[in-house]
């Protein structure tokens, strides 16, 4: 029995995020029958490609998903930053720089669920379920409230998987995405009608892990990997089908991704890059002495995936370069990045190159890279300290595109141009009845 609260006018939304699957994967899918059940709710309707952010990375990207803000806006653009005095560190949901979702809905008297969605560790209070993002160091850090927890674990619910132990071996790596997977399904389904929600959002991680670490057995689809990776996905239509036989016409249902994936070519190393070009020097001691060891010699280093920083004294503790040299110094970094091409093929490595006024807008937009590069598909941008190599290779065999996302809304049509990731946040207040608070850099894509 549901335990639908309101009255058969009232509207609530269910969200699948999968991500990392782009949309031309799954037309292609479509096309060979391998979704069928994906195909069924589609019906008459077609997949919407959407734009990722820059950088194109998870956690970035459903940030700009929960705050409808450019990275500018919420003040995080990248995995790993570095503080003044040249600290690695991990930025998590206490570095967010602008209202969530979740917190919005909350204030509007909304119940939100909300599983596995990244940048959402460490939990904040909602008004509902919270279950927080791989970044948790464990589940029961990851919770809210604390009582959310025991069900969870009798659920079999799981973060992520173990992307150190995949490293070593694709054999660790499939039972741990079929672990995740089952926990994520059984969780939906217990949840679905058992707790009341206005919103529903579920994040999938696990097609990212597999396409970051099997993509390149699309190509050998016989193989019993290639099997695996198309079997994976019959897994997802089977989990979209299970979800759109609940559904009834007082239930939203959207799917989205938040990037594209291609097959990487070759690992690049920028700041080896960097170093060949004059750019990056090393202190006695070279870089095991970390992002420290820059200081003093370089005028510009880089962050994963694609920043480039210089190295201005009055941004970096030690930094050497003088603010009227900055301007300067980053066009002449620019002009050779747009020469720079891969001696083997004479294809060019970046894509997009942009300078920081360029890529990012809002209030902490002066703490972003001062360029920001996006690749050419099958270049991964990698930033490696003491590179020997420019060009590298290692068990990631996927990348992320910008071009790529998907996004589906049973039964509505998107309006306007191509929508971005930051464009599904208002969307999703708009169908549940909330106005969006002022300034954000996106829009609904609903009537």
């Known amino acids: 029995m549901s335990l639908w609260p309101?009255?058969?006018?009232?509207?609530?939304?269910?969200?699948?995020?999968?991500?990392?699957?782009?949309?031309?994967?799954?037309?292609?899918?479509?096309?060979?029958?391998?979704?069928?059940?994906?195909?069924?709710?589609?019906g008459a309707q077609s997949l919407t490609r959407m734009n990722s952010c820059y950088p194109t990375v998870s956690n970035v990207a459903w940030s700009c998903f929960q705050t409808g803000r450019n990275?500018?806006?919420f003040g995080v653009f990248g995995f790993a930053e570095l503080?003044?005095?040249?600290e690695l560190r991990f930025p998590n949901a206490s570095d967010l720089r602008a209202e969530t979702l979740w917190q919005i809905l909350s204030h509007a008297e909304k119940r939100v669920i909300t599983l596995g969605v990244p940048l959402t560790y460490p939990p904040k209070p909602v008004n509902g379920l919270l279950a927080g993002c791989f970044l948790a160091p464990a589940l029961e850090k990851a919770v809210y409230p604390d009582s959310f927890l025991p069900?969870?674990?009798?659920?079999?619910?799981?973060?992520?998987?173990?992307?150190?132990?995949?490293?070593?071996?694709?054999?660790?790596?499939?039972?741990?995405?079929?672990?995740?997977?089952?926990?994520?399904?059984?969780?939906?389904?217990?949840?679905?009608?058992?707790?009341?929600?206005?919103l529903f959002v579920t994040h999938v991680m696990e097609t990212d892990r597999i396409n970051h670490f099997m993509w390149r057995f699309l190509?050998?689809?016989?193989?019993?990997?290639?099997?695996?990776?198309?079997?994976?996905?019959?897994?997802?239509?089977?989990?979209?089908g299970k979800i759109a036989a609940r559904l009834d016409d007082r239930t939203e249902f959207m799917i989205l991704s938040d990037h594209g994936f291609c097959r990487t070519q070759k690992e690049v190393q920028l700041n080896r890059w960097l170093e060949e070009q004059g750019f990056l020097a090393y202190q006695d001691g070279?870089?095991?002495?970390?992002?420290?060891?820059?200081?003093?010699?370089?005028?510009?280093?880089?962050l994963v995936p694609g920043r480039i920083h210089i190295l201005s004294g009055e941004r970096w503790d030690g930094g050497q370069v003088a603010p009227e040299q900055v301007a300067p110094l980053r066009e002449q970094i620019i002009a050779k990045l747009k020469e720079w091409k891969d001696p083997e093929n004479g294809k060019p490595i970046c894509e997009?190159?942009?300078?920081?006024?360029?890529?990012?807008?809002?209030?902490?937009?002066?703490?972003?890279?001062?360029?920001?590069?996006h690749p050419t598909d099958g270049y991964d941008l990698k930033a490696a300290l003491g590179s020997k190599e420019m060009f590298t290779h290692s068990p990631i065999n996927g990348m992320h595109t910008y071009h790529d996302a998907t996004l589906f809304l049973r039964g509505r049509e998107i309006k306007g141009a191509k929508p971005w990731i930051g464009d599904v946040m208002p969307t999703?207040?708009?169908l549940c009845g909330v106005e969006p608070p002022a300034g954000l850099d996106a829009r609904s894509l609903v009537g």
């Open 71 to 73: 990275p500018g806006g």
């Open 286 to 302: 070279g870089a095991a002495r970390g992002f420290a060891s820059l200081c003093g010699k370089s005028r510009a280093f880089a």
């Open 151 to 198: 069900r969870l674990r009798s659920w079999g619910y799981k973060l992520d998987v173990d992307p150190v132990k995949a490293r070593e071996s694709l054999e660790f790596l499939k039972p741990d995405l079929l672990a995740c997977m089952a926990g994520r399904e059984r969780t939906i389904m217990e949840l679905w009608d058992s707790e009341k929600w206005d």
């Open 83 to 86: 503080s003044r005095d040249m």
């Open 428 to 430: 999703l207040l708009a």
């Open 219 to 240: 190509e050998e689809p016989e193989s019993e990997n290639g099997k695996f990776f198309l079997d994976f996905y019959r897994r997802v239509d089977d989990l979209i």
């Open 352 to 373: 997009t190159i942009l300078r920081r006024e360029e890529a990012f807008t809002g209030p902490h937009a002066e703490r972003a890279p001062d360029i920001m590069v």
């Open 6 to 42: 309101f009255g058969k006018s009232k509207k609530r939304t269910f969200v699948l995020g999968i991500d990392g699957v782009p949309c031309s994967m799954l037309e292609q899918f479509l096309s060979a029958g391998r979704m069928p059940k994906l195909k069924a709710l589609l």
